[in-house]
T-cell receptor, first 115, second 117 residues
Framework: AQSVTQLGSHVSVSEGALVLLRCNYS??????LFWYVQYPNQGLQLLLK??????LVKGINGFEAEFKKSETSFHLTKPSAHMSDAAEYFC?????????????FGGGTRLMVKP | DAGITQSPRHKVTETGTPVTLRCHQT?????MYWYRQDPGHGLRLIHY???????DKGEVSDGYSVSRSKTEDFLLTLESATSSQTSVYFCAISESSSGGPYLPEQFFGPGTRLTVL
């Protein structure tokens, strides 16, 4: 069975500071990994994904994540936080490929950006 | 944005009443899902569908049923709502491929906020 752990349910950074949101997963097979972002009162939006190939993945809004198999991690980073980055972020894992494209989500990390 | 709508967007109901939430897609995607979102739990899968009339249970299916009579519509029913079913419900869709590379991601609707008093 696969699982996802997001360390820190709340993360606070200053505007312009580095954003680092942590995600560790467990999977018995090579995983597909995802980060989603949820703005207040909205649905989830795909930020980036790792399937195969390059382990450093770039997404929208300046975010990127690196798949590290040895550490079973897929941490999300952004060099400089903007106020508009304040949202909740979800990491998800999928066994690749699988019937039904099933995803397992982490508990989420709420990012707060201070002016 | 993926063409996914959910209705109603907000609903307040009383314990013991039946409730049906609707998810409608215009993408002709094969897979559809219902999740509930609660603080600290992320998203938990309630039911999903592989196609018309083809559904299966997810992690938290007790108290919920689903139906899919058309590709574009996926209904979630709470036969007798309870206060523990107060939550935000999200529909999602996915398609393995569209003649190209494998596409494992899911796309989400805007959500329905349900309050059971």
């Amino acid at each position: 069975a696969q699982s996802v752990t997001q360390l820190g349910s709340h993360v606070s950074v200053s505007e312009g500071a580095l954003v680092l949101l942590r995600c560790n997963y467990s999977s018995s097979v090579p995983p597909y990994l995802f980060w989603y972002v949820q703005y207040p009162n909205q649905g989830l939006q795909l930020l980036l994904k790792y399937t195969t190939g390059a382990t450093l993945v770039k997404g929208i809004n300046g975010f990127e994540a690196e798949f590290k198999k040895s550490e079973t991690s897929f941490h999300l980073t952004k060099p400089s936080a903007h106020m508009s980055d304040a949202a909740e972020y979800f990491c998800a894992v999928s066994e690749s490929p699988n019937a039904g494209n099933m995803l397992t989500f982490g508990g989420g990390t709420r990012l707060m950006v201070k002016p | 944005d993926a063409g996914i709508t959910q209705s109603p967007r907000h609903k307040v109901t009383e314990t013991g009443t039946p409730v049906t939430l609707r998810c409608h897609q215009t993408e002709n995607h094969r897979y559809m899902y219902w999740y509930r979102q609660d603080p600290g739990h992320g998203l938990r899968l309630i039911h999903y569908s592989y196609g018309v009339k083809d559904t299966d249970k997810g992690e938290v299916s007790d108290g919920y049923s689903v139906s899919r009579s058309k590709t574009e519509d996926f209904l979630l029913t709470l036969e007798s709502a309870t206060s523990s079913q107060t939550s935000v419900y999200f529909c999602a869709i996915s398609e393995s491929s569209s003649g190209g590379p494998y596409l494992p991601e899911q796309f989400f609707g805007p959500g329905t906020r349900l309050t059971v008093l």
